[in-house]
T-cell receptor
Framework: GQNIDQPTEMTATEGAIVQINCTYQTSGFNGLFWYQQHAGEAPTFLSYNVLDGLEEKGRFSSFLSRSKGYSYLLLKELQMKDSASYLCAALDSNYQLIWGAGTKLIIKP | GAVVSQHPSWVICKSGTSVKIECRSLDFQATTMFWYRQFPKQSLMLMATSNEGSKATYEQGVEKDKFLINHASLTLSTLTVTSAHPEDSSFYIC?????????????FGDGTRLSIL
């Protein structure tokens, strides 16, 4: 079956760095997305990786290893507004998005 | 760019009422839109994929007669929850994929919080 695993909850300190991991098992693979979702709001697109390596976008970076079925989202210089759920989603061979359950990130002062 | 508008944001109505939710892509044409439901503290659950000019594709366990989807134009898809009951209360979110292939990101509307009394 198809499956996405990511931690349920993580806690980090304002100003620090946090890495949110995601492992996936899909029927074929056409890329991996990361979305941010604040409580009570809809998800917003953060990043898309289809090739191995690190993609940097400001304070946020996303990494992919296709051979390991693994990705991570790296958040630097954490701010209180980064408190949110982070959703990992993999695109299978039919271009269907398989969603993870999300990682709730709590930022403490 | 890639703005998706969803209306209404909140609906509170009596049991047995039918509720229509609209999803519009404002600055691009979307041949494919998606409808999700999300219960508190749970992840997104795909209900159906809406294709312009054809019937929607529903996920297993989603009643097509209960959740009517119409995608009559390249910028508008609607979800109608027919004869809504308290168990249909949830956060409904639509998304649209920008043109250019299946690996384009989905962009989400702001969601509709539906409460059935």
């Amino acid at each position: 079956g198809q499956n996405i695993d990511q931690p349920t909850e993580m806690t980090a300190t304002e100003g620090a760095i946090v890495q949110i991991n995601c492992t996936y098992q899909t029927s074929g693979f056409n890329g991996l997305f990361w979305y941010q979702q604040h409580a009570g709001e809809a998800p917003t697109f953060l990043s898309y990786n289809v090739l191995d390596g690190l993609e940097e976008k400001g304070r946020f970076s996303s990494f992919l290893s296709r051979s390991k079925g693994y990705s991570y989202l790296l958040l630097k210089e954490l701010q209180m507004k980064d408190s949110a759920s982070y959703l990992c989603a993999a695109l299978d061979s039919n271009y269907q998005l398989i969603w993870g359950a999300g990682t709730k990130l709590i930022i403490k002062p | 760019g890639a703005v998706v508008s969803q209306h209404p944001s909140w609906v509170i109505c009596k049991s047995g009422t039918s509720v229509k939710i609209e999803c519009r892509s404002l600055d691009f044409q979307a041949t494919t839109m998606f409808w999700y439901r999300q219960f508190p503290k749970q992840s997104l659950m795909l209900m159906a994929t809406s294709n312009e000019g054809s019937k929607a594709t529903y996920e297993q366990g989603v009643e097509k007669d209960k959740f009517l989807i119409n995608h009559a134009s390249l910028t508008l898809s609607t979800l109608t929850v027919t004869s809504a009951h308290p168990e249909d209360s949830s956060f409904y979110i639509c998304s649209a994929r920008i043109p250019g292939g299946g690996n384009q990101p989905q962009h989400f509307g702001d969601g509709t919080r539906l409460s059935i009394l």
